[in-house]
């Protein structure tokens, strides 16, 4: 007994002495248990403590999740920036490199995402992170039958990798199998009850029309994610489907961005409400109060359509350009600004919408190459 006693003090006096002397123990937990609870900002935060306290600046482990964050969070650009500091540290890195390509996928990065596809193939075969970036390059260049053949790939690698089963469901409702897709998603939702894995399920529920199962899955998501304004917004697209419950889809938009007033699904879903009501002001207005908390390539676009609505000329040709500087091949933004053209033009311009696997390498080395080669930009 009394050695017992003796050993208890030993330990308490080692974790007495584990903090003080690691005071950057407490932070790191902090930004991981914030970004288990999609806390992005938050764990933006507590990674810059992390650094700031222990001296980590520049940690490719901190990179990498701080690039995480910021990417779920909307901040492409400085996202993009973490994860290119994440590279140059060490170019043989897989870890959340898929992320990275789904990242230069969505700022229409082909040659960015050419490259980096290669890199990562040549780098380790073995990987999932590797066949899904040639996955979405293949996507990018409109082989999407390929996509999918390299997305099961990944999968036959690592069969409970999240981000290969929600590219299954993303490829399979665009290609219009929506059953299927619901199938990929629900994968993914059991591996990891993540936001995008519900907002995966629900697009494929509506495109079926299957409004029961839609909202009960954006209403775990709000169980699953508790105070998350992605997760009320997502209640918010429900109900938005339905004129009967267009007041009920306001308030969980409004209530989404007293939760978070960056929260661009919320800002850009209860704009088009405003204008359905043709209300261009307070649609304007809902977008600005967004920007202001973080600006979006996504927001300014939708912002400068509001603006072409009220003949507003001017204002949406700054807010087009500002699309643009933030991601210069936003395709909402360069249609806008063409349609605006063609009005200046006295053409007439565009009516906008408001609803706006093996492991060998020899099977597949002709369909890599070619998925991959760069002259196909050319």
């Given at each position: 007994?009394?050695r017992?006693?003796?050993d208890g ?6 974790r007495?002495h584990w903090f003080p002397?690691r005071?950057?123990l ?5 930004a991981h248990g914030?970004?288990q ?5 938050a764990?933006v ?6 650094a700031r306290?222990g001296?980590f600046?520049?940690?490719l482990h901190?990179?990498l999740?701080?690039?995480?964050a910021r990417m ?6 400085d996202?993009q920036y973490?994860?290119a500091?994440?590279r140059a ?5 897989l870890?959340?490199m898929?992320h990275?390509?789904?990242l230069?996928?969505?700022r229409g990065?082909?040659?960015d995402?050419n490259r ?5 193939v040549?780098?380790?075969r073995?990987r999932?992170?590797?066949w ?8 990018a260049?409109g082989?999407?039958d390929a996509a999918l ?10 069969s409970r990798h999240?981000?290969a089963?929600?590219?299954r469901g ?5 290609a ?6 619901i199938v ?5 939702n059991?591996?990891?009850k993540?936001?995008n894995s519900?907002?995966g399920l629900?697009?494929a529920y509506?495109?079926?029309?299957k409004?029961?199962e ?6 775990e998501?709000v169980a699953?994610l ?7 917004a997502?209640?918010g697209?429900?109900?938005?489907t339905?004129?009967e419950?267009t007041d009920?889809a306001r308030r969980a938009?409004q209530?989404?961005?007293?939760l978070d007033?960056?929260?661009?699904d ?6 088009d ?5 043709g ?5 304007a207005?809902c977008l600005?109060r967004?920007?202001?908390?973080l ?5 300014h676009a939708?912002?400068a ?8 000329i001017p204002a ?6 500002a ?7 936003c395709e909402?933004?360069l249609?806008?600004?063409?349609n605006?053209?063609?009005m200046?033009?006295?053409g ?13 390498g ?15 930009f050319l």
């Amino acid at each position: 007994r009394t050695r017992a006693k003796i050993d208890g003090r030993r330990r308490s006096r080692g974790r007495a002495h584990w903090f003080p002397r690691r005071p950057w123990l407490a932070p790191l937990a902090e930004a991981h248990g914030c970004a288990q609870r999609h806390e992005h900002a938050a764990a933006v935060d507590a990674w810059a403590e992390v650094a700031r306290v222990g001296d980590f600046e520049g940690s490719l482990h901190g990179l990498l999740r701080t690039a995480r964050a910021r990417m779920e969070m909307g901040d492409d650009v400085d996202a993009q920036y973490a994860f290119a500091r994440a590279r140059a540290m060490d170019p043989l890195n897989l870890d959340h490199m898929d992320h990275y390509a789904v990242l230069s996928r969505r700022r229409g990065g082909v040659g960015d995402l050419n490259r980096l596809a290669r890199d990562l193939v040549a780098a380790n075969r073995r990987r999932p992170e590797a066949w899904l970036a040639v996955a979405l390059h293949a996507d990018a260049r409109g082989d999407r039958d390929a996509a999918l053949r390299f997305v099961e790939k990944a999968i036959a690698l690592d069969s409970r990798h999240v981000l290969a089963f929600r590219l299954r469901g993303e490829l399979l409702l665009a290609a219009g199998q929506a059953e299927h897709a619901i199938v990929a998603y629900f994968q993914a939702n059991n591996y990891a009850k993540d936001l995008n894995s519900y907002r995966g399920l629900v697009a494929a529920y509506l495109s079926t029309r299957k409004y029961k199962e839609a909202l009960c899955t954006a209403k775990e998501a709000v169980a699953t994610l508790p105070n998350n304004a992605y997760a009320v917004a997502l209640v918010g697209r429900v109900l938005a489907t339905s004129p009967e419950g267009t007041d009920k889809a306001r308030r969980a938009f409004q209530k989404a961005l007293a939760l978070d007033a960056a929260c661009a699904d919320a800002a850009l879903a209860l704009s088009d409400l405003h204008l359905a009501r043709g209300d261009h002001a307070e649609a304007a207005a809902c977008l600005k109060r967004s920007l202001g908390a973080l600006e979006r390539d996504a927001l300014h676009a939708k912002l400068a359509d509001v603006h072409v609505q009220a003949d507003e000329i001017p204002a949406a040709l700054a807010a087009y350009h500002a699309a643009l500087s933030l991601n210069p091949t936003c395709e909402a933004a360069l249609a806008g600004l063409d349609n605006v053209e063609k009005m200046m033009r006295g053409g007439g311009g565009d009516d906008l919408d408001d609803e706006s696997v093996g492991h060998s390498g020899a099977a597949n080395s002709a369909e890599l190459d070619e998925a991959l080669d760069g002259s196909a930009f050319l």
